[in-house]
């Protein structure tokens, strides 16, 4: 069975930052494009960014988080580093996939038609 866990979040204070970490199991997870999105009260589930399997390498991020978010692999788990947080980063974290090799998109952004998600993980920007 196909399980997704997701990590590392916690409340911070703007410009500070966190590490994400979603495990998979069940899978061989190298196989796997990963892709995180994040949903804060009130809104629609956002696609941040998304890393392709192991042979590809190929990363894609939204641009509200290009060049502060950093999406990495390891034959354990899937990161997003998170710098420079700021107030609207304010959301619970979901890691995603839909068991294919490459980064799925809906038009410009990610698709959310993934067949396993965690459950999440809450990430507070507060002063």
């Known amino acids: 069975q196909v399980q997704l866990v997701e990590s590392g979040g916690g409340s911070v204070q703007p410009g500070e930052s966190l590490t994400l970490s979603c495990t998979v199991s069940g899978v061989t997870l190298d196989w796997y494009a990963i892709a995180w999105f994040r949903q804060a009260p009130g809104k629609e589930r956002e696609g941040l960014s998304c890393?392709?399997?192991?042979?590809?390498?190929h990363i894609f991020y939204t641009d509200s988080v290009k060049g502060r978010f950093t999406i990495s692999r390891d034959e354990n788990a899937i990161y997003l580093q998170m710098t420079d947080l700021r107030r609207e980063d304010t959301a619970v974290y979901y890691c995603?996939?839909?068991?294919?090799?490459?980064?799925?998109?809906?038009?410009?952004?990610?698709?959310?038609?993934?067949?396993?998600w965690g459950r999440g993980t809450q990430v507070v920007v507060s002063s």
């Open positions: 890393i392709a399997n192991s042979n590809s390498g």
């Open positions: 995603a996939t839909d068991l294919g090799p490459y980064c799925v998109f809906s038009g410009q952004e990610l698709s959310t038609d993934k067949s396993f």
